[in-house]
């Protein structure tokens, strides 16, 4: 089994910076994917990011295309999410998902990110 832990969020201000990582451990050997997804109140769950495991190929959601990236790093088994330009309707719970060569899907708990205007 892998278990993911999020890291890194907290308040700031509208146009600021946040650094969001995620450590994977366990089985981390079948983790074929990793991504950022992102859920604010009233609102279904969504992606915002994912990285093969290579760190060759990344995805991103248009709404923070230019001002979030994804890296890893496969040393330390973290993913990481810069978040720049921040906006209040990037307020939300973000939460680290792994995906397995099986598909199998696993989640962290999530951690808070909250911009004030």
């Known amino acids: 089994q892998v278990q993911l832990v999020e890291s890194g969020g907290g308040l700031v201000q509208a146009g600021g910076s946040l650094r969001l990582s995620c450590a994977a451990s366990?089985?981390?050997?079948?983790?074929?994917?990793m991504g950022w997804y992102r859920q604010a109140p009233g609102k279904q769950r969504e992606l915002v990011a994912t990285?093969?495991?290579?760190?060759?190929?990344?995805n991103y959601a248009e709404s923070v295309k230019g001002r979030f990236t994804i890296s890893r790093d496969n040393a330390e088994n973290t993913v990481f999410l810069q978040m720049n330009s921040l906006k209040p309707e990037d307020t939300a719970v973000y939460y680290c998902?792994?995906?397995?060569?099986?598909?199998?899907?696993?989640w962290g708990r999530g951690t808070l990110v909250t911009v004030s205007s």
């Open positions: 990285i093969t495991r290579g760190g060759g190929r990344t």
């Open positions: 366990g089985s981390i050997f079948t983790i074929n994917r």
């Open positions: 998902n792994a995906v397995s060569f099986t598909a199998t899907m696993t």
